[in-house]
């Protein structure tokens, strides 16, 4: 059985960091390409941050230079450390694994909220 479970989330003030962290269980994670999503109330869901097998990150231009995703092949984890947050920030966040290789493999997490308000 495949599981992604996240955490972290929660309410920032602006300004404020959060880090989010997901852990994979029931996939060989080191094929997986590893990423985060976001959706905020009346919008879709979009791509945040995304780390590859082979190493590469790409960013969604909004957060670019705040926040950073990081990948742990040995924990099974990904994470992201979300700095000088915005109420713009404010979504539930998904992990999002899709397999390199058999890429109608794809799983998602059960979102985590992340809430940036004074």
């Known amino acids: 059985q495949v599981q992604l479970v996240e955490s972290g989330g929660g309410l920032v003030q602006p300004g404020g960091s959060l880090r989010l962290s997901c852990t994979a269980s029931?996939?060989?994670?080191?094929?997986?390409?590893m990423a985060w999503y976001r959706q905020a109330p009346g919008k879709q869901r979009e791509l945040v941050a995304a780390?590859?097998?082979?190493?590469?990150?790409n960013y969604a231009d909004s957060v670019k230079g705040r926040f950073t995703i990081t990948r742990d092949n040995a924990k099974s984890t990904v994470s992201l450390q979300m700095n000088s947050l915005t109420p713009e920030d404010t979504a539930v966040y998904y992990c999002?694994?899709?397999?390199?290789?058999?890429?109608?493999?794809?799983?998602w997490g059960q979102g985590t909220q992340v809430t940036v308000s004074s």
């Open positions: 999002n694994a899709k397999n390199v290789i058999t890429t109608t493999r794809e799983y």
């Open positions: 029931g996939i060989f994670f080191s094929i997986y390409n």
């Open positions: 780390f590859t097998t082979g190493g590469s990150t």
